[in-house]
């Protein structure tokens, strides 16, 4: 039997920000009875998660900000993290504000960027986390960064990423996650990563990991996994890189392979 699952949360476990569905609550629940480490791994913040750790009921280390952070769920304290170099912090808002995109940044869980705007307010506002504005972003160096978020519409964001993966090679992570989301990670900072350092931690070996997902942004840890696996509704990249295909997010694919794993049927 597998014994540590990793779930994407966002159109991997649930279709709205806040709430879990009971069914995935109720497979996780199993499955920890089972004796089977089930942990999230987000481009989220752990404050933004949390909401989410609390209702899995989330006991082992979390991955946060797309593999950039690894954080102990309850209390948010950072066991490992990869930051962006300062220099490409600086790069990267700059390339949004010539696009005329929005950009912003993380220290710790707050959300900075330059100027009020629909975007970040937004985005604020779902995942309940501090922000603040700062019209000197551009003219400061900026440490401890796990990611900088572009947001744009989808179209515009799926055009770009592979202009920014090619532009950014061996030195910045680009994927997608949500609609309209550029994420930009540390190039070591990825979900598989993450996966590794956790799976570590916990004295798990490769083989016995599984890794659920839908987006370009957990493709290192599905194929990292001992079990990879998307949901119906992800990307066709990601399905297609993936061991074993899931049902969707909306017919809640996770809790059905949960009982797969626990009867010996994957």
Request: charged share 25%; with cysteine; aromatic share 6%.
């Amino acid at each position: 039997m597998y014994k540590l699952i990793a779930l994407d949360i966002d159109d991997t476990i649930t279709l709205t920000p806040r709430v879990v569905p009971d069914e995935i609550i109720e497979a996780v629940k199993k499955a920890k009875e089972h004796g089977i480490h089930v942990t999230v791994a987000t481009g989220r913040g752990w404050l933004g998660s949390k909401l989410i750790i609390d209702q899995l009921d989330v006991t082992d280390p979390v991955i946060n900000y797309g593999g950039a952070m690894v954080n102990e769920p309850r209390t948010g304290r950072v066991l490992h993290a990869n930051e962006i170099p300062p220099e490409l912090v600086t790069e990267v808002l700059g390339e949004a504000k010539a696009l005329g995109m929005h950009a912003h940044i993380y220290q710790g869980d707050k959300v900075i960027a330059e100027e009020p705007n629909p975007y970040v307010e937004g985005y604020a506002e779902k995942l309940d986390l501090p922000h603040e504005y700062d019209p000197d972003i551009m003219k400061k160096t900026w440490y401890n960064v796990p990611k900088v978020l572009m947001m744009t519409t989808d179209e515009k964001a799926q055009r770009l990423i592979p202009e920014f993966q090619k532009k950014y090679d061996g030195k910045l992570k680009v994927s997608g996650s949500s609609k309209g989301f550029i994420e930009f990670n540390n190039p070591d900072s990825h979900k598989g990563a993450g996966l590794e350092w956790v799976a570590g931690y916990l004295g798990i070996a490769q083989k016995d990991t599984v890794a659920v997902g839908d987006n370009s942004l957990d493709l290192e840890m599905i194929r990292w996994a001992g079990l990879g696996c998307a949901v119906d509704n992800g990307k066709p990249e990601v399905k297609e890189a993936a061991d074993l295909v899931i049902p969707s997010c909306a017919e809640f694919g996770v809790a059905r392979l949960i009982d797969c794993i626990i009867n010996g049927r994957v």
